[in-house]
């Protein structure tokens, strides 16, 4: 246990992009307090984790971590468990990893500044609170952003999918208000970001009264400096017409689309709670086409979900099939404490599980490279986000999310620029500069 008050901090995040968004927060929020990111990670004062629960294998990942942090003298910097796994195992992560001095939920995080100064005068700190959306209010203005960035709009899940720890561990469906969120979205322009990503756990159920996720982006649109608008990750059953139209006719609004199915059986899909049917989500699909026939489909699917047959399974190859993604993340069903499917009949054997996600991730990378080679000799937009590993290089998203790799002087990270596709793989695309476009 540490017992001097931290000068230097890091933060490591795991999981999803909300943890990335809470990770900005805080590094913000332990900057307004006079601390400073280390420059040499390995020998910062405190290190927050910021983990996830999702699946087996992440929680196991921090514990790993924490023993990865202990320096050759034998000391240990302040240690901050942040994080999904930390509302979900609370204080058993002090109790199984002793040099934990901090463990703090997802919403209880703006507290951090009291909680290292409580360590400093050697006490440990537990807080799982989950006040809904009060850490907002206390949050210094926003600082930390890059050419692309996030902004979360709602938080946590009523939906309770059979096999998810979400609803646990973010807590109820709870929105931002409309003003407040246009305020961070002007803001983070200001500090120089040209594109946001709306994020939720159930992005597309974001409401304030009468209005909708289709009506932010809508007022989001009239930001100048602002140049494109995403979000994610939607659910099937709150993709309102409004939302759809939005497709249509915000020009700054990108033709991605992020919307999990998980399975292609009705029977299984009943068992996971979703409470969509195969059928409503192509459907769903079809209206999207149908104002935006290029948009590029993302998804998640879980293979080995319990009692799921072959013939099930083949049901979720034919939906891929017929729904074309450009993009997907599949999963092998891990079971969550705490969650009903992880008490259910006929877990599926893990080599069974194994052999479906392989066939399944095949044909994803399939559609994946078609979807690339088919923007191959098109002309389109790429926002500069970061430096290649050659020089001279920089990497940018398409309007599709597809990594571009450009080769050109003069250019700058947070530039839009006007390229034409010259080579496509199947995870990026290359560009050549025609011109700078407006931004
Ligand atoms: N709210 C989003 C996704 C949240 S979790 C949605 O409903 O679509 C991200 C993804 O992790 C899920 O879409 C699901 O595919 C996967 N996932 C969640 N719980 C899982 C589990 N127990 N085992 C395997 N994958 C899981
Ligand atoms: Fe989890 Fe389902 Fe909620 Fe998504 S909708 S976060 S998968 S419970
Ligand atoms: Fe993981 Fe929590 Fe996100 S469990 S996926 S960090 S909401």
């Not at 709306?198 to 982006?217: C, H, K, P, S």
């Not at 993340?329 to 259910?344: E, H, I, Q, W």
Request: proline share 4%; net charge negative; hydrophobic share 40%.
């Amino acid at each position: 246990m540490s017992s001097e008050s931290p000068k230097t901090f890091t933060i490591k995040n795991y999981g999803c992009q909300m943890n990335v968004y809470d990770g900005d927060r805080m590094a913000e929020l332990l900057s307004a307090q006079g601390m400073s990111a280390a420059a040499d990670k390995a020998n910062a004062d405190l290190v927050v984790l910021n983990t996830c629960h999702i699946r087996e294998k992440a929680a196991e990942k921090v514990y790993s971590e924490i023993g990865r942090l202990r320096r050759r003298d034998g000391s240990s910097p302040m240690i901050a468990v942040a994080g999904c796994v930390a509302q979900a195992e609370g204080s058993e992560i002090s109790r199984r990893a002793r040099e934990v001095d901090i463990v703090v939920g997802p919403q209880a995080y703006h507290k951090l500044p009291e909680m290292v100064a409580s360590v400093a005068r050697g006490e440990n700190v537990v807080d799982l609170d989950l006040p809904g959306l009060d850490k907002f209010d206390v949050l210094p203005k926003r600082r930390k952003t890059g050419a692309a960035t996030f902004l979360t709009v709602q938080e946590g899940c009523d939906k309770f999918c059979t096999y998810c720890v979400v609803p646990y561990t973010r807590g109820a469906e709870i929105s931002r208000g409309f003003a407040e969120l246009i305020d961070e979205a002007k803001a983070l322009v200001d500090e120089g970001a040209k594109e946001i990503t709306l994020l939720g756990q159930n992005v597309n159920a974001w409401r304030d009264g009468e209005q909708d996720l289709g009506t932010l982006i809508r007022a989001l649109d009239q930001i100048d400096g602002l140049a494109r608008i995403r979000y994610m990750t939607s659910h099937p059953n709150d993709m309102t017409d409004g939302l759809i139209a939005a497709h249509a006719e915000v020009e700054k609004l990108m033709p991605y689309l992020h919307l999990p199915v998980q399975a292609g059986n009705d029977r299984i899909l009943k068992a996971m709670n979703r409470s969509h049917s195969r059928d409503s989500y192509l459907r769903i699909l079809d209206k999207v086409r149908a104002v935006r026939p290029d948009i590029a489909l993302s998804g998640d699917f879980i293979v080995g979900f319990p009692g799921e047959t072959d013939a099930e399974f083949e049901d979720t190859l034919s939906i891929v099939r017929e729904a074309r993604y450009a993009h997907a993340f599949s999963f092998k069903y891990s079971p969550r404490p705490g969650t009903p499917a992880a008490t259910m009949d006929e877990q599926v054997a893990p080599e069974v599980a194994d052999e479906r996600l392989q066939r399944l991730q095949a044909l994803i990378n399939e559609q994946q490279t078609a979807f690339n080679r088919d923007t191959v000799g098109k002309r389109t937009s790429v926002l500069l986000e970061k430096p290649g590993k050659l020089d001279g290089q920089l990497i940018g998203r398409s309007p599709w999310l597809q990594s571009v790799h450009i080769l050109a002087q003069g250019l700058s990270i947070g530039d839009i620029v006007e390229v034409d596709i010259v080579d496509a793989g199947p995870l990026s695309l290359k560009g050549e500069i025609t011109m700078r476009a407006a931004a």
